[in-house]
């Protein structure tokens, strides 16, 4: 079974545009969240998709949004890039047969963004 | 204060130590517990999931969760040169969808 793919692997972007990141998740998988990890923070939580809603969003600002398809598969974006941005963008997916079964999540490879 | 606290190291050990890395939390509510492991330029790797208290064993590694502490513990023995990566524990709400809440991580480093 293919696992997490997440593209593009690397991303330069300058100060003020705006990027979209991808990730299609393990086959089956409906469940789709995104945490942004940095040497000074760590792993922190964005924001998590199901069923092509968001339902769960941790504290960052409205710049960082997403949305998930039909197919599970999703993207993340962010607008109005600032220095602070630059990090890996990691992608979990998992299962979730319902709200009450909690199960593993699994990770792709991520995309190391760099602004300049 | 941090709900996940985890020694970031590093820690270094010779081969075929037992290794043992741990994670304190301070949210009681805490139910579901993970073990991740991520080699540099990767992205994480699960190697445990727990529910609640109690051990799981899988191959050289040991999870422990001890809820009564708000303590948990991965165990590594006769480490190998492969096992050298950043540990992060990771929890989650029971019901809580799939938000994580990762320690910092502890880098090891396991030389021959």
């Known amino acids: 079974k293919a696992g997490v793919t997440q593209t593009p692997r690397y991303l330069i972007k300058t100060r003020g545009q705006q990027v979209t990141l991808s990730c299609s998740p393990i086959?089956?998988?409906?469940?789709v969240s995104w945490y942004q990890q940095t040497p000074g923070q760590g792993l922190q939580f964005l924001f998590e998709?199901?069923?092509?809603?968001?339902?769960n969003k941790g504290n960052f600002p409205g710049r960082f949004s997403g949305r998930q398809f039909s197919n599970s598969r999703s993207e993340m974006n962010v607008s109005t890039l600032e220095l602070g941005d630059s990090a890996l963008y990691l992608c979990a997916s998992s299962p979730d047969a319902g709200r009450l079964m909690n199960t593993e999540a699994f990770f792709g490879q991520g995309t190391r963004l760099t602004v300049v | 204060q941090k709900e996940v606290e985890q020694d970031p190291g590093p820690l270094s050990v010779p081969e075929g130590a037992i290794v043992s890395l741990n994670c304190t939390y301070s949210n009681s509510a805490f139910q579901y517990f993970m073990w991740y492991r991520q080699y540099s330029r990767k992205g994480p790797e699960l190697l445990m999931y727990?529910?609640?208290?109690g051990n799981k064993e899988d191959g050289r590694f040991t999870a422990q969760v001890d809820k009564s502490s708000k303590y948990i513990s991965l165990f590594i023995r006769d480490s190998q040169p492969s096992d050298s990566a950043t540990y992060l524990c990771a929890m989650r709400l029971s019901g809580g969808y799939n938000k994580l809440i990762f320690g910092a991580g502890t880098r090891l480093a396991v030389h021959p």
């Open positions: 727990t529910y609640s208290s």
């Open positions: 998709y199901f069923s092509e809603t968001q339902r």
């Open positions: 086959s089956g998988h409906r469940s």
